[in-house]
């Protein structure tokens, strides 16, 4: 035998090094499917709350009463309605309440168009034309009297009024505020 030493290592297991190209790219995936599970999530409970107020079980109560302005004996006078038009008849009071801010203190609503009502009012669109759905306000004045109408899912045309006289609520088939100035009086 040999007197030289001789060393054999053993087969150490060689340490790895982590990839930080893999460690953002799982990071970035991570972000990626958590905003897909809450927006799935935010979609789904949107869809819950639409079937909801469409089956109608949502009361439409509590719309009534929250929009300042809204004369108080208007609005309990107000027989109960369809629950599908709810968003078309809260439109109309937010319109009213809108006009009302608009022509305060003035005898007249000439300050109460669709430009001067919108700067006002950003969440409805206010026109001098039909409306055709939620959202959207026609509004017409004259003199010491103001109207909007908004178009319901339905196809009713919810319309109000306000004059010397106090505020009148209404529906009818042409939907301009136009038409509403000059309807008759049939409350909502």
């Known amino acids: 035998m040999d007197d030289t030493f001789s060393y054999r290592a053993a ?3 060689l340490r790895r090094r982590i990839n930080p190209r893999k460690i953002k790219l799982a990071v970035v995936a991570f972000v990626v499917v958590s905003c897909c599970v809450l927006f799935t999530k935010w979609v789904i409970d949107s869809e819950q709350r639409s079937e909801v107020l469409a089956s109608g079980q949502a009361a439409e109560a509590p719309l009534v009463g929250h929009f300042e302005g809204v004369d108080a004996q208007a609005a309990a006078e107000a027989p109960a309605l369809p629950v599908v ?3 078309a008849r809260a439109d109309a009071r937010t319109a009213l309440a809108t006009a009302r ?3 305060r203190g ?3 609503f000439a300050d109460a168009g669709p430009g001067q009502l919108s700067a006002l ?3 409805l ?3 001098d034309g039909p409306s055709p759905a939620p959202g959207i306000v026609s509004v017409a004045s004259s003199g010491g009297r103001w109207a909007g109408a908004v178009m319901g899912t339905s196809g009713t045309c919810y319309w109000v009024r306000l004059g010397h006289t106090g505020t009148t609520f209404g ?3 042409l939907c301009t505020g136009f038409a509403a100035l000059s309807a008759d009086a049939t409350a909502w």
Do not use: K, Q
């Open 11 to 13: 087969s150490l297991p």
């Open 125 to 127: 669109i206010f026109t």
């Open 101 to 103: 801010e608009a022509a």
């Open 85 to 87: 038009d709810a968003p």
């Open 106 to 108: 003035r005898s007249t």
């Open 121 to 123: 009012e950003r969440s």
């Open 171 to 173: 529906s009818g088939e």
